[in-house]
């Protein structure tokens, strides 16, 4: 699982054990990022229909969503999983781009991802392409040399940056689901119905795009013209490709959109207490829907927040910020079925009108790489 801003590695239990309650057999994990949602839903024996705007969030969904476990043949998966680890490293974009001018990885490693992704690239019409270019990106993220996102990269080598590129096989979940790539805004309606519907928007205006860019040519495989410390693809700076979630002025109202047109019995929507919209906005917006419960997690916030961001020379570029958050679940739909579905989680309830009645402990670092030290990025 790649590190990931915003990932819901720790509210995946309660997220995963709303949908068991509510008896699920559909359900839309709409802003899929790293599936890591979806995948807890279709392990739970859902149909699930993952989107996102970027290419690689559809990759990994193609792999992790779209991917029938029981399809696959596993004896050639771990066969071409063994053919690329043996492939020799020859030095390309990603040697030069990002190992030579800005340091993500290591060289010794960039010219193996080169060579790996090169060979996949003449095998795109094969069905385990999703799932051997989801290995290698994984691989990638497991020997970089970030704190978690690719606006900057450590100014020292991380320590997992010296270990060997290994690709392994993912870990591939049994039937059907879809994987698509759009705009939320343009495309939620026309998805279908579901059961269970789960949005998990932007927060903030830092877009994916630019956080993630490395993935994304990664996926791409186009030879971006690039720009700045980070070397990041030419659109990241193209305000036409922003998401109107990235932008103070335009998100409440994309929100409002999506959880209005968004076909689904019960809505679940993650936001935390450091955005645009403020929880009592939130509630306005899902009672849309109907009936709405609300609950809260003590978290802490993504490295970066932390350390601070540093130029190339050294300098301190911002100041860090608050170090907890409180990440919310809003649960929408008939007053019945939400009032059982958090039934268990009185401890984390928040009345309606913003009060907190308790808000839980125990969640940490979202996107923490587990290294500390500055970056150097722009
Ligand atoms: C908070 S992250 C989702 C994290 C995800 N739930 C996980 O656990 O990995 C928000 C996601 O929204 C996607 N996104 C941003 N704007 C979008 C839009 N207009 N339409 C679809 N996806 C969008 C981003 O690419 C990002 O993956």
């Not at 771990?78 to 043996?86: F, M, P, Q």
């Not at 080598?157 to 759009?182: C, F, M, N, Q, T």
């Not at 109202?253 to 209005?260: E, H, M, S, Y």
């Not at 059982?340 to 308790?358: F, K, M, N, S, W």
């Amino acid at each position: 699982m790649i590190k990931y801003l915003g990932s819901k590695r720790r509210l995946v239990p309660v997220i995963e054990d709303l949908l068991v309650r509510s008896g699920a057999r559909t359900a839309l994990d709409l802003f899929s990022g790293t599936t890591r949602v979806g995948r807890a839903f279709k392990a739970r024996g859902a149909r699930v229909t993952a989107l996102d705007s970027t290419r690689y969030a559809e990759m990994l969904a193609r792999c992790y969503i779209a991917t029938d476990a029981t399809q696959v043949d596993g004896d050639r998966l771990t066969a071409e999983v063994a053919r690329l680890n043996a492939l020799p490293g020859r030095p390309g974009y990603v040697t030069a781009t990002f190992c030579q001018t800005a340091r993500f990885f290591q060289p010794f490693n960039g010219e193996r991802i080169d060579a790996v992704r090169d060979d996949l690239e003449t095998r795109r019409d094969d069905p385990l392409f999703p799932v051997l270019v989801t290995s290698l990106l994984e691989a990638a993220d497991r020997v970089d040399s970030t704190t978690g996102i690719q606006m900057a990269y450590l100014k020292q080598w991380s320590d997992r940056s010296h270990k060997a590129l290994e690709l392994r096989v993912p870990d591939l979940i049994d039937g059907p689901g879809e994987a698509v790539r759009g705009d939320a805004l343009q495309m939620t309606g026309s998805l279908g119905s579901f059961d269970l519907a789960y949005l998990d928007p932007p927060y903030n205006q830092h877009r994916y795009l630019a956080n993630y860019h490395v993935w994304e040519t990664l996926v791409a495989w186009d030879d971006p013209e690039h720009y700045g410390v980070a070397q990041k693809r030419i659109e990241c700076r193209d305000p036409t490709a922003a998401s109107a979630f990235n932008a103070k002025a335009s998100m409440p109202t994309a929100l409002r959109q999506v959880v209005k047109e968004v076909n689904a019995r019960v809505l679940v929507l993650s936001y935390n207490d450091e955005s645009w919209m403020g929880l009592d906005d939130l509630v306005a917006a899902c009672q849309l829907r109907g009936h709405v419960a609300v609950l809260g997690f003590d978290s802490t916030r993504y490295v970066g927040a932390r350390i601070g961001i540093y130029d190339p020379s050294g300098r301190p570029v911002g100041t860090p910020g608050r170090l907890r958050n409180v990440e919310y679940l809003l649960v929408a739909g008939d007053e019945a079925t939400v009032e059982h579905l958090v039934a268990p989680y009185a401890e984390a309830r928040i009345t309606v009108d913003g009060h907190q009645e308790g808000v839980t402990g125990g969640l940490t670092a979202q996107a923490g790489a587990g290294d500390s030290g500055h970056t150097a990025g722009a």
